[in-house]
């Protein structure tokens, strides 16, 4: 801190003036305030970062849901022709595919 006034032989101590300390202070204050405004926004970055990831987990965990549902029903399609398939085309004489009128008996 700086010393203003005149240096009296006589009063050997030095005026001193309080305005110097108030702009130390002040200035002080504002780096503070200013610091804390940087660490709130890297917070609130992080925040805002880490939202994206877990919105964008839940749409995959959604997607992944979805393709184990159509996974499922196409499975349940696959199987549910399989049995059609097999139910219809056994005895092959008395087949509902068997459409040109030979729907009879084998003569074995």
């Known amino acids: 801190m700086k010393l203003r006034g005149s240096f009296d032989p006589l009063n050997p101590t030095p005026s001193f003036e309080w305005a110097q300390c108030d702009y130390f202070l ?3 204050l504002a780096a503070a305030f200013f610091a804390g405004a940087f660490l709130a926004t890297a917070f609130f970055a992080g925040a805002f970062l880490a939202t994206a990831f877990f919105a964008g987990a839940f749409l995959a965990t959604a997607f992944f849901a979805g ?3 159509a ?4 499975a349940g399609a696959f199987l549910a022709t399989a049995f059609f398939a097999a139910g219809a085309t056994f005895p092959p004489w008395v087949s ?3 459409q040109i ?4 008996s084998p003569p074995w």
């Open 26 to 28: 002040a200035t002080l």
């Open 67 to 69: 393709a184990f549902l």
């Open 71 to 74: 996974a499922a029903f196409l």
């Open 96 to 98: 509902t595919l068997n």
């Open 101 to 104: 009128g030979t729907s009879w």
